[in-house]
């Protein structure tokens, strides 16, 4: 697609809604207009199963079917462990998952005559970049980076503009493409250096959401249809939800004193809570003019009444215990947590446990804000491709042929098959909707992505809040606003001078 064409794309997006595009749910692919508490969503018509009806139903994909790589390798660098989804497999174990993602694998390479090779390196994506791209080497096509290493590098050139490159094989109209994450990882609308999709689940397994514990929720008479009601009707605020919370409080060991082996409303073993909550309540750090442009934003009210709301949510609510490094999930087993603040991808830990839970977003600050939120995490793992490769067309076609057979083949086992079904422990249309409500609402925030180039701009919450207890943000900000302003025009100057 011409670069002028993703412009109009991602302004039209970025107009109509602040979440992700992309779909639970498998469509047709046409644009819709947006409702006020999803994203760009499409209908779905067939849920991506493997039968002659649902394979007329697909949508083309925009690779050519006479591209052919004449057996040419596709050196994969990517990092991997415990949480992440892992792309590189490499035999069939019956798992549903693992089994889609090897034959989805295997379809790519048959359609392209292509062979995948995995370099896995333990974390240390920007070291393998740095160097092989000072040293001209062309050792990598595609990279699978953890947003908060690879996303400040992106100033040293290292990653190729997509927009600068003609004849891309990439279609950001399907619906296998998060447009709005591309949109906040731009610089302007001329510089496309991330991806994010289908292609890389992790980018969904990142995001935020709570884990609500229903055994005690019904121990403590409150009913969870109730609250099913309170979110799909767009109530669910820190209001209602610090309500709930200052119910909670059991001196469950009796030594009269707040500690781990009490119940709670509300637990917290991370800092990183605070960017969960922050950017899923509205807090932006960047707005952006008429030429897609980012400028910081990030001292408005908005952010004043989060702070405060929070401060007092964390630290004055006595159903509220915030201690780093607390074994939140056990607590949840020995049904001493009410709510917990977390990501999909960590899902995988608690699957066993024998205490019933349910799936619920992380609130709105207000009624004002208009929609849910959910923050991809900075640990997410996006794409891009090197600068110093030859081989970008044929990698950007390797990429739409995975967007779309993951799109197909490997989201409806993960998210249908496995979140819905096999995590969940509330078999209810309501607790169905829910889930399709937090993955339509899969957002982010310039500011976010690049914070570890930006002084730790959006970062900063987390000591304010987390160990200073204040609600004094605008003098906070006020000590830090000239060093963010100057690594912030540093870091978008430097990025823009790219091709």
């Not at 109530?235 to 500690?259: K, M, P, Q, Y």
């Not at 800092?271 to 950017?279: A, E, N, P, Q, T």
């Not at 949840?332 to 349910?358: A, G, P, W, Y």
């Not at 976010?448 to 900000?477: C, E, P």
Request: aromatic share 10%; net charge negative; with cysteine.
């Amino acid at each position: 697609m011409k670069a002028k064409k993703l412009t109009a794309l991602l302004l039209c997006m970025s107009m109509l809604a602040p979440s992700f595009s992309g779909c639970s749910e498998k469509g047709t692919g046409e644009a819709t207009e947006p409702s006020a508490t999803t994203g760009n969503e499409a209908e779905q018509t067939v849920p991506g199963a493997d039968t002659e009806a649902a394979e007329e139903e697909r949508l083309v994909c925009s690779v050519p079917g006479d591209l052919d790589m004449g057996g040419a390798s596709v050196r994969f660098l990517h990092f991997a462990d415990q949480q992440t989804f892992n792309i590189n497999v490499e035999e069939m174990t019956g798992e549903l998952l693992n089994d889609a993602v090897l034959s989805s694998n295997q379809r790519v390479m048959d359609d392209l005559n292509c062979v995948f090779v995995h370099n896995e390196n333990g974390g240390i994506e920007p070291t393998t970049l740095t160097t092989s791209f000072k040293a001209g080497d062309d050792i990598i096509e595609i990279v699978y980076g953890t947003q908060w290493k690879v996303a400040p590098i992106v100033s040293q050139h290292i990653f190729a503009n997509l927009n600068a490159k003609e004849d891309v094989y990439i279609d950001y109209e399907k619906p296998w493409w998060y447009l709005n994450y591309i949109h906040e990882a731009q610089t302007d609308n001329d510089h496309t250096y991330f991806l994010a999709g289908d292609a890389s689940p992790d980018v969904f397994r990142r995001s935020s959401m709570m884990i609500l514990n229903t055994d005690l929720l019904t121990d403590i008479g409150r009913d969870v249809n109730d609250i099913y009601e309170t979110v799909l009707n767009g109530d669910w605020t820190f209001d209602v939800l610090s309500e709930i919370v200052r119910g909670v409080h059991i001196d469950s060991n009796g030594d009269g004193t707040a500690n781990v082996g009490d119940t709670f409303g509300f637990a917290s073993w991370t800092r990183s809570d605070v960017d969960h909550f922050m950017i899923d309540c509205g807090v932006r750090g960047c707005s952006r003019d008429e030429e897609g442009v980012p400028y910081i934003t990030f001292n408005n009210d908005i952010t004043v009444k989060f702070v405060e709301t929070l401060v007092d949510f964390l630290w004055n609510n006595e159903g509220s215990y915030y201690v780093e490094g607390i074994p939140t999930f056990e607590m949840m087993e020995n049904n001493q947590v009410l709510f917990l603040c977390e990501k999909f991808s960590r899902l995988d830990m608690i699957r066993d446990v024998q205490t019933d839970f349910t799936i619920v977003p992380v609130p709105k600050l207000d009624n004002t804000i208009e929609t849910y939120g959910s923050l991809t995490h900075d640990d997410a793992v996006i794409l891009c491709i090197p600068v110093v490769s030859v081989n970008a067309k044929t990698s950007t076609a390797v990429l739409e042929k995975l967007g779309y057979y993951y799109y197909y083949d490997v989201m409806p086992e993960y998210y249908d098959v496995i979140l819905k079904n096999k995590y969940r422990r509330d078999s209810s249309d309501a607790a169905s909707q829910i889930i399709d409500l937090i993955h339509d609402s899969m957002t982010t925030d310039f500011a976010y992505i690049y914070n570890y180039g930006m002084s730790n701009m959006m970062l900063s919450l987390r000591d304010l809040i987390g160990v200073a207890k204040s609600t004094d943000f605008a003098s906070s900000y006020k000590k830090s606003e000239k060093v963010y302003n100057k690594v912030f025009e540093k870091l978008l100057n430097s990025i823009r001078e790219g091709d």
